[in-house]
């Protein structure tokens, strides 16, 4: 094997299609930006779902969908928290995230007259920020996956 394909095979082991990575400091930056989004979502916004608070029963009654999709939507916060620091699973995490943001937006828009419309919008960003630095995990998910079929 020439050291070319050495150095592509250990990029590519590595995660990086292009041979490109993080710097460390970008990875620490970002894997601290995971673990405090995961704090975020774990907490104070599937916190309250799972345990039936009357401030996120009354907001899942104006929706319209009642205790069952309050219980489904913070488990699934919850599970996506998690996920967002186990590393083969963070870009997925971050992406699925991206589209509860999308849905949280357009709820916050439709059914609150936008009032904390921003903050979805933001935190979409912010997700897709890590879904992009963490596209190399995806890819590896992805192929063992496929490996597995």
């Given at each position: ?6 150095a ?13 990575r ?33 401030s996120?029963a ?14 489904v ?23 699925a ?5 999308i ?5 916050q ?28 995990n ?5 192929a ?6």
């Amino acid at each position: 094997m020439s050291a070319t394909t050495a150095a592509t095979t250990t990029n590519t082991a590595a995660g990086t299609a292009n041979g490109t990575r993080l710097s460390r400091r970008a990875n620490i930056a970002t894997l601290t930006l995971q673990i405090v989004l995961a704090l975020f979502m774990a907490v104070p916004s599937a916190g309250p779902k799972l345990v039936g608070h009357s401030s996120a029963a009354e907001s899942f009654d104006k929706i319209g969908f009642g205790d069952w999709f309050m219980y489904v939507t913070g488990g699934l916060e919850l599970a996506g928290a998690i996920a967002l620091v186990i590393p083969i699973l963070s870009g997925v995490s971050a992406m699925a995230f991206m589209g509860l943001m999308i849905g949280a937006f357009i709820t916050q828009v439709t059914v609150f007259d936008g009032q904390y419309a921003i903050t979805p919008v933001i935190l979409f960003f912010v997700f897709a920020g890590i879904a992009w630095a963490r596209r190399h995990n995806t890819a590896e998910l992805v192929a063992l996956i496929r490996k597995r079929i």
